[in-house]
């Protein structure tokens, strides 16, 4: 690999962050293409690929989307102390309204088969394939020059619902793609010291847990 892939591959790595707020400008098909192309390449256990992408622009779509995060963002908050509470209510889920494309990215469990290679020892193992795909749509979204924010709090059946998705499906995350003036240089939990990234060092062991 030349010192020129190496650097835009860490660049994109670092660059990379969580956005909430997008314009209303359209993304042209080619672009999705490639970023779904790209999740789609991603590793997956098994090769099972258990992942499919549904791409949600309507209006009234998105809106029903954005009413179940809220709801469940309102019933979430009352596990906070009242400071924190209040930055967790602060956080944006108009995104899903404000970017022009939604993707509701899902999790087949029954993807091929019975006995797939290495889900039968770990089942979880479809959705850990699903979320390599998901990065790697982060990765591209940002090669792209796009921003990409991922709404993890929502009820499953009610995206369920909303989308038609069948019982045995899971919605693993609704991603919100769009072209953005306001991407932060840091991620947004860090700015508004929700936390703060943990020293590399103290999370490397060698050889047993906590050596």
């Known amino acids: 690999m030349q010192n020129e892939e190496k650097s835009a591959i860490y660049n994109?790595?670092?660059?990379?962050?969580?956005?909430?707020?997008?314009?209303?400008?359209?993304?042209?098909?080619?672009?999705?293409d490639r970023v779904l192309t790209a999740a789609h390449y991603a590793p997956s256990v098994g090769?099972?690929?258990p992942w499919n992408f549904i791409?949600?622009?309507?209006?009234e779509i998105k809106e029903r989307l954005a009413w179940a995060a809220e709801k469940e963002r309102k019933a979430l908050a009352i596990h906070y102390e009242e400071e924190r509470a209040g930055h967790f209510l602060s956080l944006k889920v108009e995104g899903i309204k404000q970017a022009p494309l939604t993707i509701c990215v899902t999790c087949d469990p029954t993807r091929g088969g019975s006995h797939v290679l290495g889900r039968n020892s770990i089942p979880e193992t479809d959705i850990l394939s699903?979320?390599?795909?998901?990065?790697?749509?982060?990765?591209?979204?940002?090669?792209?020059?796009?921003?990409?924010?991922?709404?993890?709090?929502?009820?499953?059946?009610?995206?369920?619902d909303i989308l038609q998705i069948p019982?045995?499906?899971?919605?693993?995350?609704?991603?919100?793609?769009?072209?953005?003036n306001e991407y932060p240089s840091s991620p947004i939990l860090e700015q508004v010291k929700w936390e703060k990234r943990r020293s590399l060092q103290q999370?490397?062991?060698?050889e047993t847990w906590g050596n």
């Not at 994109?12 to 999705?32: G, M, N, Q, T």
């Not at 019982?167 to 953005?180: C, E, F, M, N």
């Not at 999370?203 to 060698?206: N, S």
């Open 47 to 49: 090769f099972m690929q």
């Open 167 to 180: 019982p045995h499906i899971d919605p693993v995350a609704l991603i919100s793609i769009g072209y953005t």
């Open 55 to 59: 791409l949600v622009s309507s209006k």
């Open 203 to 206: 999370l490397i062991f060698h």
């Open 130 to 160: 699903v979320a390599c795909a998901i990065e790697n749509m982060w990765l591209a979204t940002c090669a792209e020059g796009l921003a990409m924010g991922w709404v993890s709090f929502y009820k499953k059946n009610d995206v369920r």
């Open 12 to 32: 994109v790595i670092f660059k990379r962050r969580d956005v909430r707020s997008f314009l209303p400008d359209p993304i042209s098909p080619e672009i999705i």
